[in-house]
């Protein structure tokens, strides 16, 4: 059985999104990795990262190749 990780910490979002709504959240998991959801939805759904797969998106965003992750 696969267990969800536990959000230990807060949601936020980038200082660039200003205050505008349209934006995503993201919050460190008891894992190590990231949960990320739609600001303008908080009790939506919600994605979840492992450590190495949330690595592997930063990475890919750092070196401006986010499709190729």
């Excluded at 696969?2 to 910490?9: D, I, K, L, Q, S």
């Excluded at 709504?21 to 959801?37: F, K, M, T």
């Amino acid at each position: 059985m696969m267990t969800t990780p536990t959000v230990v910490g807060p949601f936020v979002k980038s200082t660039a999104s200003g205050q505008q709504d349209a934006c995503v959240e993201v919050a460190p998991l008891s894992n190590g990795g990231r949960a990320v959801r739609d600001s303008k939805d908080q009790h939506g759904p919600r994605l979840f990262f492992s450590p190495t797969q949330w690595a592997a998106f930063t990475d890919s965003v750092k070196s401006g190749t986010p499709d190729a992750a």
